[in-house]
C-alpha cells in the first residue's frame, strides 16, 4: 500500500503516542531520579518513535517513506549537535587558559550576592541583544556566571534561571536572532513590526523576572558549610592560573563574530581554538601536566595538553574538592550523552509529524479556538507543545505557523500576532523541555538538570502565561487593516502587519 492510499489517523491514534511518553518518561523518573536523562529517557523516546511509525503503517504509511523521513527530521538536529560538540571544547580550552577562571575572579570581585541573580539577568540580557544568541551568552558568559555563583556560595540552579531569562529575552528582542527572523517569516509579518509587537509581552516579562530575582537575592544567605568548602576561591585560582584581562580575547573574539554575523558554530569552534593557543602561551605548565605524558617532548606535550582539553576537557586538580569539581568540565565528550537525547528526540518529533499525528491533534486544538483569545492561547499551547512532541524550537515555529496561519488570514487578524504568539509559546518554553535541543544543550552547558532551573526561569514562565492574558484581554491584537470581522470573535484594534514576500 502506497502513502497516497494512507487513511487519516484519529484523535485516539494521534494521542496514543503522547500519552505512551508521559508515562514511560514519569516511569524513568521514578526509576532512576536524576540518572532519568541518561539514557532512560532516550529509550523512551526511541519507543514512542516506535509506536508512532506501527500507526503510520497500520494506517497505510510505507515504512521506507517513513524512515527517509526519520533521516530527514534527524537531520535537522545536525548544526545544534556540532554547535554543542564546539561549546564543549570551548569550555574545556576556557578552563585550560584560564579565561573562565579569570571571568569567575573579575566577577567576585563585582558581583555582591545580594545583587548577583538580576546582575547575571540584565548582562546576559545586553549580550544577547547585541549577538542575537543564547546559546553563545549561555556557553560563554552563563559558564562562568555559574562559577560566580558557587564562589559567592549562591544557588547554580537559579543563576542558570537568571543567565536563561537574560538571553532569553535578549536573543528575541536582536534582529541578529536566527528564531527572530524565523517566526515573522513563517507568519508572514515584517521582521522589526515582529519585533515592536514582542515588546508588549517581553518587557514586562523580563521586569516582572528581575523583581523575582532581585527578592530572592536580597532574601538569600549562603548555605553553612559552603564558604568552607570554597575556600579562598580567587587566592586558589590565582596560585593555579596566571590571570589578566588579556585572557578574555577569546570570549571578545567569539562576541564579535557573532555580531558581524559570523554563523554560530565556526565562531564558537573558533573560539576553542583561540582558547587553546591562549592556553599553550599562558598556561603551558598546566596545558603539560593536563597531557600527563612524560615521554613526549615538551612541544608534543602541549599538543597533546590543548588537544585533550578540545575532546575530554579540564580535569582540575588544585587540592580543593570543590574547586577541583567547578573546574572539571568541558569537551566534546561531555556533549555526547546530550547528543543522544537530541537525536532520540527529533526522530520521535519527525515520526508525529511524518505520520500526520501532530497534525491531527491541533485540528482538534483548533476547532475549539472560537474567539481571538482562545485562537491566541492555542497557538502558544501549539508551540510549546510542540516544543515537548517535536523537541526543537525551530520545528515548533515553523510547524506551528503553518498550521495557524490560514486562520489568522481568515479572521483578518495582522501576521504579527501570529509571529509574536509562535515567539512566546515556541521559542521562550524550548530551553524549558529536558529532551528539546535547547533544554538540552542549556542543561549540559550550564551543568544544571533542566527541571532543577525550570522554577527559577521566571521570565520564560511569565512570558507565555502574560501574552495569554493579553491576548483575551485584546490588548494589542492588531488587525489587518479594511479586514472582516469573523462573526464570534471580539473587535480589536487596526495596524501594520503587512506581509514580505
Known amino acids: 500500500m502506497t502513502a497516497r492510499e494512507a487513511r487519516e489517523p484519529s484523535l485516539l491514534q494521534a494521542l496514543t503516542p503522547l500519552a505512551f511518553l508521559v508515562v514511560l518518561l514519569a516511569l524513568a523518573v521514578y526509576l532512576f531520579g536524576e540518572d532519568a536523562s541518561y539514557g532512560p529517557n532516550q529509550v523512551s523516546l526511541m519507543l514512542c518513535a516506535g509506536v508512532a511509525a506501527i500507526i503510520g503503517v497500520r494506517n497505510g504509511l510505507d515504512w521506507g517513506d517513513l524512515q527517509r523521513v526519520l533521516v530527514d527530521g534527524i537531520s535537522l538536529a545536525v548544526v545544534p549537535i556540532f554547535i554543542l560538540l564546539a561549546v564543549g571544547g570551548l569550555i574545556g580550552t576556557w578552563i585550560l587558559s584560564g579565561t573562565v577562571p579569570t571571568l569567575i575572579v573579575y566577577g567576585l570581585e563585582l558581583l555582591h550576592p545580594s545583587y548577583f541573580y538580576p546582575a547575571a539577568c540584565l548582562i546576559c540580557a ?157 598556561q603551558p605548565d598546566i596545558v603539560v601536566a593536563l597531557a600527563d605524558q612524560p615521554a613526549l617532548s615538551r612541544p608534543m606535550a602541549l599538543l597533546a595538553g590543548s588537544w585533550s582539553a578540545l575532546s575530554d576537557g579540564y580535569r582540575a586538580s588544585t587540592g580543593n574538592p570543590a574547586v577541583d569539581d567547578l573546574l572539571t568540565r568541558g569537551g566534546m565528550v561531555s556533549m555526547l550523552n546530550t547528543v543522544w537525547l537530541i537525536v532520540c528526540a527529533m526522530g520521535f518529533g519527525a515520526m508525529m509529524e511524518a505520520t500526520g499525528l501532530l497534525e491531527r491533534m491541533i ?38 505557523g503553518r498550521l495557524y496561519k490560514p486562520e489568522y488570514e481568515r479572521r483578518g487578524l495582522a501576521p504579527v500576532n501570529l509571529s509574536r504568539a509562535l515567539e512566546d509559546g515556541g521559542t521562550i518554553t524550548s530551553p524549558l523541555v529536558p529532551w528539546n535541543t535547547c533544554g538540552a544543550y542549556m542543561a549540559a552547558t550550564l551543568g544544571v538538570a533542566t527541571f532543577d532551573y525550570l522554577p527559577f526561569a521566571f521570565f520564560n514562565l511569565v512570558n507565555p502565561l502574560l501574552a495569554v492574558v493579553l491576548g483575551y484581554a485584546g490588548f494589542k491584537v492588531l488587525r489587518e487593516p479594511g479586514a472582516r470581522v469573523v462573526p464570534g470573535t471580539p473587535p480589536a484594534e487596526a495596524g501594520p502587519g503587512h506581509r514580505t514576500g
Open 363 to 400: 485540528r482538534s486544538v483548533l476547532k475549539a479556538a472560537k474567539s481571538t483569545g482562545s485562537l491566541i492561547a492555542a497557538t502558544i499551547g501549539t508551540a510549546a507543545a510542540s516544543n515537548v512532541v517535536a523537541a526543537d524550537q525551530y520545528m515548533s515555529i515553523v510547524l506551528t
Open 126 to 282: 545586553i549580550v544577547a541583544m547585541s549577538i542575537g544568541s543564547s546559546w553563545t551568552v549561555a556557553g560563554t558568559l552563563g559558564v562562568a556566571l555559574i562559577g560566580v555563583a558557587q564562589g559567592l556560595e549562591m544557588s547554580p540552579a537559579i543563576t542558570a534561571g537568571a543567565v536563561i531569562s537574560g538571553a532569553y529575552f535578549g536573543d528575541k528582542i536582536s534582529p541578529l536572532s536566527d528564531t527572530t527572523n524565523i517566526a515573522p517569516a513563517a507568519a508572514g509579518s515584517e521582521l522589526f513590526a515582529h519585533i515592536r509587537h514582542m515588546t508588549w509581552t517581553t518587557v514586562p516579562s523580563l521586569l516582572i523576572a528581575l523583581v523575582l530575582f532581585t527578592a530572592i537575592g536580597l532574601g538569600s544567605g549562603a548555605p553553612p558549610g559552603e564558604a568552607e568548602a570554597f575556600g579562598d576561591l580567587p587566592a586558589v585560582l590565582g596560585e593555579h592560573f596566571d590571570l589578566g584581562w588579556h585572557l578574555l580575547i577569546p570570549m571578545v573574539v567569539v562576541f564579535v563574530l557573532a555580531v558581524i554575523g559570523f554563523p554560530a558554530y565556526p565562531s564558537i569552534l573558533v573560539g576553542a581554538l583561540l582558547g587553546a593557543v591562549f592556553a599553550v602561551v599562558f
